[in-house]
């Protein structure tokens, strides 16, 4: 179960991703006093006895710096240098409240970029220009809008791209963990076994090396007896038949 501190900081991170997909004006100075309140909690969070797992705290923090990147971005003066710095944001990949369909920060984000790709295309050919220019002039400003709208999709296929890799990357990653933990596993059990072999082959060994003593002994015994016999017999043979002269 969530802790009462974690409950708060979800809240205030949906305000915050609330805030962020509207025009800011007036709110901007909130949204920023939100934000520093938000690192604080994150921060408390991880030193929390009943903090959240790993893989949540990582999914809190990226959004709360997707959050912060968006504000440093939108600082910046040149519509060019918001647009590059939006290009480096991550967001969220997991929606911050249950009825969300679509992560709040990814949704921000799309928005950031097509408000910055807008902005770019006016700075680099103005609307009130582009009507006063000759028909030929005003396709060359269709052309190049063509040409931002075609770039802008090239980034976002091969930033799909990429996000793509990164998972396949993980998935394989996380396979062959598994593999090579079995295989440990089994190695294990193969080390085990040869020691229980072992050990069973140095039992055996010390029996039979009793059992090879004992009949060595009993085989002793019996020559003796033997050898005794012949020579007592010799001994009768002689006394009882003497030498004919």
Same mark, same amino acid.
């Given at each position: 179960?969530?802790?009462?501190?974690?409950?708060?900081?979800?809240?205030?991170?949906?305000?915050?991703?609330?805030?962020?997909? $509207?025009?800011?004006?007036?709110?901007?100075?909130?949204?920023?006093?939100?934000?520093?309140?938000? $690192?604080?909690?994150?921060?408390?969070?991880?030193?929390?006895?009943?903090?959240?797992?790993?893989?949540?705290?990582?999914?809190?923090?990226?959004?709360?710096?997707?959050?912060?990147?968006?504000?440093?971005?939108?600082?910046?003066?040149?519509?060019?240098?918001?647009?590059?710095?939006?290009?480096?944001?991550?967001?969220?990949?997991?929606?911050?409240?249950?009825?969300?369909?679509?992560?709040?920060?990814?949704?921000?984000?799309? *928005?950031?970029?097509?408000?910055?790709?807008?902005?770019?295309?006016? $700075?680099?050919?103005?609307?009130?220009?582009?009507?006063?220019?000759?028909?030929?002039?005003?396709?060359?400003?269709?052309?190049?809008?063509?040409?931002?709208?075609?770039?802008?999709?090239?980034?976002?296929?091969?930033?799909?791209?990429?996000?793509?890799?990164?998972?396949?990357?993980?998935?394989?990653?996380?396979?062959?963990?598994?593999?090579?933990?079995?295989?440990? *596993?089994?190695?294990?059990?193969?080390?085990?076994?040869?020691?229980?072999?072992?050990?069973?082959?140095?039992?055996?060994?010390?029996?039979? $090396?009793?059992?090879?003593?004992?009949?060595?002994?009993?085989?002793?015994?019996?020559?003796?007896?033997?050898?005794?016999?012949?020579?007592?017999?010799?001994?009768?043979?002689?006394?009882?038949?003497?030498?004919?002269?």
């Amino acid at each position: 179960m969530a802790s009462r501190l974690e409950i708060n900081f979800v809240r205030l991170l949906s305000r915050c991703e609330s805030i962020a997909s $509207e025009k800011r004006g007036e709110t901007e100075w909130r949204l920023e006093k939100y934000v520093g309140a938000l $690192e604080e909690m994150l921060v408390a969070l991880r030193k929390s006895l009943s903090k959240p797992t790993p893989e949540v705290l990582t999914e809190y923090t990226r959004k709360v710096d997707f959050l912060k990147g968006l504000l440093e971005a939108d600082k910046l003066s040149s519509p060019t240098e918001k647009a590059l710095a939006n290009q480096f944001l991550a967001p969220g990949r997991t929606p911050t409240i249950a009825n969300e369909r679509m992560p709040a920060t990814k949704t921000v984000h799309m *928005q950031t970029k097509a408000r910055c790709t807008g902005e770019m295309r006016n $700075e680099l050919c103005p609307a009130s220009f582009r009507s006063g220019l000759p028909l030929d002039e005003r396709q060359s400003a269709a052309e190049l809008e063509a040409v931002l709208q075609h770039h802008h999709n090239l980034q976002e296929k091969l930033a799909d791209d990429m996000l793509n890799l990164a998972r396949n990357l993980k998935n394989n990653s996380l396979a062959a963990q598994n593999i090579i933990k079995q295989d440990n *596993q089994t190695l294990g059990q193969s080390m085990r076994q040869a020691d229980l072999n072992f050990e069973k082959l140095k039992t055996e060994s010390e029996r039979l $090396e009793q059992h090879t003593k004992k009949s060595v002994n009993w085989l002793l015994w019996i020559m003796l007896v033997l050898v005794s016999f012949t020579f007592i017999s010799m001994i009768l043979f002689i006394r009882i038949f003497p030498r004919l002269r």
